[in-house]
């Protein structure tokens, strides 16, 4: 019932929006970061994540990073963000607004793809600006800890995501809330739900008459707001989902 309900409101959906977190690449391989086995299970997120410890002591992001980046550099794009990409193609979805920084939906095909979070594609030195492509930097992360800009020696190399107590990219942020005011369905797919102001999107579309479909391996506390909550991995529900809506 819940499935072919959920293939029901996005088959009728012209303006549906989606918005992914880190359960929707966990199939991929990539740990998530609450629920069972997630990353902040194992550490404290302010520790290794915030801007705050990055700037005292870059290393502590980086011996984390070092083996996540190992991880997410051979992800490749599970069932469920190519059925994502699907429902787009088929005019259901306008965009994905993504809280990963993986890239995944991008290689499976999404076009319209929000990274409210940034990106871990890319590294800059906060010291003089300079990019450089993560793989290069994780290359030297065997022998370099913490990495140095290959510019101006600097540590301070940060990949271009959004640290805890950093502000989100205003464009994407923004892009984001007002196409949440305009969506008919509201999918939410892997995330927990606990992180703002991501979380606060499906709460706009909501507000503004969006029909909203949860589909995720955990309780999260948005299920008693849906109209559909699916339990389940989001590689296995979201293709049975595509299915029923006539691909
Ligand atoms: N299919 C569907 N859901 C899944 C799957 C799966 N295969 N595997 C795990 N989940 C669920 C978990 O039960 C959990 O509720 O995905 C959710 C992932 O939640 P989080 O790990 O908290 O990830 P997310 O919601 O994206 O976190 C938001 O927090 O640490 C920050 O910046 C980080 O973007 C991240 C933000
Ligand atoms: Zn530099």
Known sequence: MTVAHAAELLSAAR??????????SAESGIPTFRGEGGL?????PVKVASIEYFMADPSAYWKVSKDRGRVALVARPNPGH???????????LAAVVTQNTDGLHQE???????????SSRTVQCLDCGNREPRREVQARLEVEMPPRC??????????????FGEPLPQAAIQEAFSLA?????????????????????????????AKMIVV???????????DVV???????VLPEIVALTGG
Request: negative net charge; contains cysteine; glycine residues 12%.
């Open 15 to 24: 303006r549906g929006l989606a918005l992914t977190g880190a359960g929707v």
């Open 40 to 44: 902040w299970t194992q550490y404290d």
């Open 82 to 92: 190519h059925a994502l990409a699907a429902l787009e193609a088929n005019g259901h």
């Open 108 to 118: 499976s095909g999404s076009r319209h793809v929000i990274e409210v979070h940034g």
């Open 150 to 163: 290959k510019v101006c020696g600097g540590v301070f190399l940060k990949p271009t995501v959004v640290l």
């Open 181 to 209: 005011h305009e969506a008919d369905v509201m999918l939410v797919v892997g995330s927990s739900l606990v992180v703002y102001p991501a979380a606060e999107i499906p709460l706009v579309a909501l507000r503004y008459g």
């Open 216 to 226: 995720n391996a955990e309780p999260t506390p948005f299920d008693e707001l849906a």
């Open 230 to 236: 699916i339990r389940g991995k989001s590689g296995e």
